[in-house]
């Protein structure tokens, strides 16, 4: 079982906005990632360090955390941003492990 | 622009020793600022870290630690992943990566296209 919890799915309408969840141990003390993946295709990263875009990444993908609970929001979702969506860290044992979310998959109604 | 691309047999019999190859153009394997990861997604499911290394440094998942070698040929400026006494378990996408460690956060930011792997008699 993954260490990193995610709701399986979500949905959102065109033009909302929507809340991505990731639960765990392991974020109390690090940040974490997310990555978007399409069918496929190779995942994508779309935030690091809790709250960071990497270039090309559009300003609606946006990253935070409070307590055990990072949230990747997409303010103003686009029917591209249909996709499954992973976070990650840092195991929290604190050795070089690194811990995967199961995935939620997200879709734009 | 740095570039990740998986190479290896798709179709491989169980016990069989599962070998990967992954080569990086665009930029060098040998800097000191990033380390070199793979993982994998079996069919239909999520996101599973295999390994990761760093110079002579690596560091596997728990799950697959005994039967996992990744190492580094800067000569040829290659990553590669070794599995061994694979299983229909083993079945999935694997992906090379370009990963970033500090202390707060790990991350990938550069992946491969992946290439998949099926395990079967």
């Known amino acids: 079982s993954s260490e990193l919890t995610q709701d399986p799915a979500v949905s959102v309408a065109l033009g909302q906005t929507v809340r991505i969840t990731c639960q765990g141990d392991?974020?109390?003390?690090?940040?974490a990632s997310w990555y978007q993946q399409k069918p496929g295709q190779a995942p994508v990263l779309v935030i690091y360090d809790k709250d960071k875009r990497p270039s090309g990444i559009p300003d609606r993908f946006s990253g935070s955390r409070s307590g055990n609970t990072a949230s990747l929001t997409i303010t103003g979702a686009q029917a591209e941003d249909e996709a499954d969506y992973y976070c990650?860290?840092?195991?929290?044992?604190?050795?070089?492990?690194?811990?995967f979310g199961g995935g939620t998959r997200l879709a734009v109604l | 622009q740095l570039q990740l691309q998986e190479s290896g047999p798709g179709l491989l019999r169980p016990s069989e020793t599962l070998s990967l190859t992954c080569t990086v153009s665009?930029?060098?394997?040998?800097?000191?600022?990033?380390?070199w990861a793979w993982i994998r997604q079996p069919p239909g499911k999520g996101l599973e870290w295999v390994g990761t290394?760093?110079?002579?440094?690596?560091y596997s998942n728990p799950s697959l630690k005994s039967r996992v070698t990744i190492s580094v040929d800067t000569s040829m400026n290659q990553l590669s992943l070794k599995l061994s006494s694979v299983t229909a378990a083993d079945s999935a996408v694997y992906y090379c990566?370009?990963?970033?460690?500090?202390?707060?956060?790990?991350?990938?930011?550069?992946w491969g296209k992946g290439t998949t792997v099926i395990v079967s008699s």
């Open positions: 990566a370009r990963q970033f460690m500090d202390y707060y956060c790990y991350y990938m930011d550069v």
């Open positions: 665009g930029g060098s394997i040998s800097s000191s600022r990033y380390y």
């Open positions: 290394i760093h110079y002579s440094d690596t």
């Open positions: 990650n860290s840092r195991h929290s044992s604190g050795n070089s492990h690194v811990i």
């Open positions: 392991s974020l109390r003390s690090y940040y």
